[in-house]
């Protein structure tokens, strides 16, 4: 069954620094999505992508973070300049569009951030 | 705004039914959805309801859905061992660009 992937498993960097989070969704879809999880806390949404265009983002997607679909199957996110704060567990999620409406997105295993 | 709450915890024997219950706030929800995250792996679809359906069944999991009480529910006959996980359960609207709107996931240990 085809997956979402996501590069790397772990990701430890230091604050202050930009990080890159690393997504392939599944090949059909066309919307992206990227959601964190703190530890301890629920999983949040932070943006969501469509034809190349932010669709959607939360009051956590600040000018600190950035998507871009840099090619046909990648997907990103770019954190700028990592706080502390920004220590979670980030999932990518994909989505196609279906007879019914927007069908269910499905989640890659996360890269954990660490920020030291 | 949007809110999704859920039990913490469900302990359940080997064999008998889970029930795992969530309350939402929002009407206009659009699909419902009950993740699986194992530990150290992601979020696993298990099951999902569109917002003017009442049940969907697929094969041990059966999810109800109750409008006016804003409250879904997943059952899982006869659990097994490979069933203990965090089950989440999770909201979307189209208006909102789908972004789906999670529980805090209930954890649910099964004992032999």
């Known amino acids: 069954e085809p997956e979402v992937t996501q590069t790397p498993s772990h990701q430890v960097t230091q604050m202050g620094q930009e990080v890159i989070l690393r997504c392939v969704p599944i090949?059909?879809?066309?919307?992206f999505y990227w959601y964190r999880q703190i530890l301890g806390q629920k999983v949040e949404f932070l943006v969501s992508f469509y034809n190349n265009e932010i669709s959607e983002k939360s009051e956590i997607f600040d000018d600190q973070f950035s998507v871009e679909r840099p090619d046909g199957s990648n997907f990103t996110l770019k954190i700028r300049s990592t706080k502390l704060e920004d220590s979670a567990m980030y999932f990518c999620a994909s989505s196609v569009w279906g007879a019914s409406g927007n069908q269910p997105q499905h989640f890659g295993d996360g890269t954990r951030l660490s920020i030291l | 705004g949007e809110d999704v709450e859920q039990s913490l915890f469900l302990s359940v024997r080997e064999g008998d039914s889970s029930v795992i219950n969530c309350t939402y706030t929002d009407s206009s929800s659009t699909y419902l959805y009950w993740y699986k995250q194992e530990p150290g792996a992601g979020l696993q679809l298990l099951t999902y309801i569109f917002s003017n359906m009442d049940m969907k069944q697929d094969q041990r999991l059966t999810v109800l859905l109750n409008k006016k009480d804003k409250h879904l529910s997943l059952r899982i006959a006869d659990t097994q061992t490979g069933d203990s996980a965090i089950y989440f359960c999770?909201?979307?609207?189209?208006?909102?660009?789908?972004?789906?709107?999670f529980g805090g996931g209930t954890r649910v240990l099964v004992k032999p």
């Open positions: 999770a909201e979307s609207m189209e208006a909102a660009g789908n972004k789906l709107t």
């Open positions: 090949s059909n879809h066309l919307y």
